[in-house]
C-alpha cells in the first residue's frame, strides 16, 4: 500500500512485503490511511 495526497494505492506484495507488481490492485480515494482504505476495501484490520 502506497498513500498518496489524496489516495491510497494497493499493489500486489511478497511475503516481505516487497512490491512485485506496479499495476494497482485497488486505488481507494479520498483516503491516505492504510489502515482505513484496508476497511474501505472490505478487510478487517485487528
Same mark, same amino acid.
Given at each position: 500500500?502506497? &498513500?498518496?495526497?489524496? &489516495?491510497? *494505492? !494497493? ?7 516487497? %512490491? %512485485?507488481?506496479?499495476?494497482? @490492485? ?5 483516503? !491516505?490511511?492504510?489502515? &482505513?482504505?484496508?476497511? @474501505?476495501?472490505? *478487510? @478487517?484490520?485487528?
Amino acid at each position: 500500500m502506497v &498513500s498518496g495526497e489524496n &489516495s491510497t *494505492y !494497493v499493489f500486489g506484495a511478497n511475503e516481505d512485503g516487497d %512490491i %512485485i507488481d506496479f499495476d494497482p @490492485r485497488a486505488v481507494v480515494a479520498d483516503v !491516505v490511511d492504510p489502515a &482505513s482504505a484496508l476497511l @474501505r476495501l472490505g *478487510y @478487517r484490520v485487528a
